[in-house]
Structures are given as structure tokens and as C-alpha cells.
T-cell receptor
Framework: NAGVMQNPRHLVRRRGQEARLRCSPMKGHSHVYWYRQLPEEGLKFMVYLQKENIIDESGMPKERFSAEFPKEGPSILRIQQVVRGDSAAYFC??????????FGQGTRLTVV | TQLLEQSPQFLSIQEGENLTVYCNSSSVFSSLQWYRQEPGEGPVLLVTVVTGGEVKKLKRLTFQFGDARKDSSLHITAAQPGDTGLYLCAGGFSNYQLIWGAGTKLIIKP
């Protein structure tokens, strides 16, 4: 049973471009969470999705950020018109029972 | 605002010493998890505690959930350099949400 897969591991974007981060949850997991982590800091919740539904997006900026978890395929975190402040590690986690989350290895986004 | 405070934020000790990391909140949790994160990797789940007063052991690591389910501690006995990492606690509620502490950065010097 493969773990949570995130790609790409590293992503470099110029200011103003779009960043698309992908997350394939563990098999059988229907809950997906996205987190953001700045260097030397803990995780900050962004959004929680179940298949085809956004349950809670209270941690996600209202502008430029969006997330989806389609019926088929991975969950996508999309950042439009990236700015330097978007540079961070973005982690995806999935769970089957809402309590225990299993994390991917993250996507490190660098905006230049 | 629900907060989960971890202390200390940073700890650097010699190999062989014992240490305790704390996770405190004013909120009551349905469960509490401890994760360990190494540089460049995602957090890895170490343990989940769900019952007030529960104690779980994982080799040299001992995890305790407070009686009121508001706090937890992680005790490491005879720390090894391989224990170095960022330790994160996360409190779970009866709904889906997990509240995360900011983490304790632990360095074990050989």
C-alpha cells in the first residue's frame, strides 16, 4: 500500500505564474488535508476535502488559492499569480477515519 | 481560538540524557497525536492517544495523555542522535479537524 504521494517534490515558479501541486492519497482514504509550513515553523492548516467536496477552507487565502479533490485523480492545490510570500513547503495528508493523518513528503515551492 | 502550545520550542541535549516535551491546550480533545518530522520530509505519525490518562510506550519514547484530555507529554529516555527531529503534537476533535502545535525542535548531540 503506497503512502501519500505528492508531486512535484520541488517546484520553482516566477512571480505571477501558476503553481499546481498534486496529492494522491493512500488507497481507501477519502479525506485529504493540505498544510503549509514555513521554515522553522509548524504546520498551518489550509483546507480539508472529501471526495468532490470542500469541507473546510478556512485556512486558505480567499484569493489566488483553490483546491479540489475530484472523483477520479489526485487532489490539486492551485496557486495563481504566485508571489514571493507563497514560497513554503506544502504538505498533503490523508486519512480514513478523520483522526490519524498520514503525510506525503511535501512540495517545496520556491517563487523567484 | 483553539491553541495547542508546545514547549520547549527548542531543545539541544547530549546523547544519553532524558527529556520531556509538553503539549498544552485549554481545549478538550477526542484524541491527540504525536508526529516526528525530519528535515526535508513530511511528518510521520508516532502515536495516537485517545483516553484520559492513557500512557503508550514506543521503545524509549513514552507518551501520556492528560486525565482531562487537554494536554500530553512525550518523554524520551537515553536520547540518541537518531532522535533528532521536529516533534509535533496535534489535537483531534470529534469532527474532522486537527489542531497543530508549532513543534519542538530536538537536537541530540553525540
Amino acid at each position: 500500500n503506497a503512502g501519500v504521494m505528492q508531486n512535484p517534490r520541488h517546484l520553482v515558479r516566477r512571480r505571477g505564474q501558476e503553481a499546481r501541486l498534486r496529492c494522491s492519497p493512500m488507497k481507501g482514504h477519502s479525506h485529504v488535508y493540505w498544510y503549509r509550513q514555513l521554515p522553522e515553523e509548524g504546520l498551518k492548516f489550509m483546507v480539508y476535502l472529501q471526495k468532490e467536496n470542500i469541507i473546510d477552507e478556512s485556512g486558505m487565502p480567499k484569493e489566488r488559492f483553490s483546491a479540489e479533490f475530484p472523483k477520479e485523480g489526485p487532489s490539486i492545490l492551485r496557486i495563481q499569480q504566485v508571489v514571493r510570500g507563497d514560497s513554503a513547503a506544502y504538505f498533503c495528508a490523508s486519512s480514513i477515519n478523520r483522526d490519524e493523518a498520514f503525510f506525503g513528503q511535501g512540495t517545496r515551492l520556491t517563487v523567484v | 481560538t483553539q491553541l495547542l502550545e508546545q514547549s520547549p520550542q527548542f531543545l539541544s541535549i547530549q546523547e544519553g540524557e532524558n527529556l520531556t516535551v509538553y503539549c498544552n491546550s485549554s481545549s478538550v480533545f477526542s484524541s491527540l497525536q504525536w508526529y516526528r518530522q525530519e528535515p526535508g520530509e513530511g511528518p510521520v505519525l508516532l502515536v495516537t492517544v485517545v483516553t484520559g490518562g492513557e500512557v503508550k510506550k514506543l521503545k524509549r519514547l513514552t507518551f501520556q495523555f492528560g486525565d482531562a484530555r487537554k494536554d500530553s507529554s512525550l518523554h524520551i529516555t537515553a536520547a540518541q542522535p537518531g532522535d533528532t527531529g521536529l516533534y509535533l503534537c496535534a489535537g483531534g476533535f470529534s469532527n474532522y479537524q486537527l489542531i497543530w502545535g508549532a513543534g519542538t525542535k530536538l537536537i541530540i548531540k553525540p
